[in-house]
């Protein structure tokens, strides 16, 4: 694999994994009232949906070759999504 491909599919896994973290929380936020197998059923189509264009997504980008190193970019996106919400939260409640 070229090293700009795998470069951009590094980036693309942060990204994507900063994004998952975002369309969960959003989604759990909306569905906040709902009955809990409705959370859980619309979690795991959500999870389904989110897998399912990750893949298509490497697989355009890269013709499907699909590196472990992938995934832990996608781990730490979601970490750094979750740090990144308590820094905000953290400096607009010392702005006030």
Do not use: A, P
């Not at 929380?25 to 009232?33: A, E, M, Q, S, T």
């Not at 009955?35 to 013709?63: E, G, P």
């Not at 699909?66 to 953290?90: A, D, E, Q, T």
């Amino acid at each position: 694999m070229n090293i700009k491909i795998q470069l951009f599919c590094f980036i693309i896994s942060f990204i994507y994994g900063f994004l998952i973290d975002r369309l969960m929380n959003w989604h759990i936020k909306k569905l906040g009232k709902e009955n809990l197998i409705i959370k859980v059923i619309i979690c795991i189509l959500l999870t389904y949906i989110i897998v399912i264009s990750y893949v298509d997504i490497i697989y355009f980008i890269n013709n499907g070759n699909f590196h472990i190193y992938f995934i832990l970019l996608i781990i730490i996106g979601v970490i750094v999504s979750k740090n990144f919400k308590r820094f905000v939260k953290l400096r607009v409640k010392n702005r006030k």
